[in-house]
């Protein structure tokens, strides 16, 4: 006989960054300005470096769902917006070629400084 938890599947709440409504837009007008600028300045296309970086939390967290009471529309989530987190850069260029992970760590606590 199965037990009847009353939980279901319910999306958590977190303070993360959403797009702005015109974000299409503005990645049209940026990818106009940069062909605008490559070809006014013959810039080699080679040197035009596309990049962005993915934070890595170093503490893991339950996700986007997790199981809470039946009904909840969302659930409290205690650490998923813990701050401790590694940077990871991820460049490309115009031939389609990856360029080498940047992995950035920052801190200004004497735990995350080198010691002498």
């Known amino acids: ?9 319910s999306p958590t709440i977190t303070t993360t960054t959403k797009l702005p409504p015109n974000w299409e837009d503005q990645g049209t007008k940026m990818m106009h300005t940069v062909t605008y600028l490559v070809k006014t300045y013959n810039v080699p296309a080679l ?6 970086q993915i934070r890595i939390h170093l503490v893991p967290t339950c996700g986007e769902k997790i199981w809470g009471k039946k009904g909840s529309k969302y659930i409290h989530v205690l650490g998923v917006e813990d701050k401790r987190q590694i940077i990871i850069v991820v460049s490309s260029i115009t031939n389609g070629s990856s360029l080498p992970l940047q992995i950035i760590f920052i801190g200004s606590t004497t735990r995350c400084l080198p010691q002498n």
Do not use: C, E, T, Y
């Open 47 to 52: 040197i035009v470096i596309n990049m962005d």
């Open 1 to 9: 006989m199965k037990a009847k938890l009353g939980r279901s599947f």
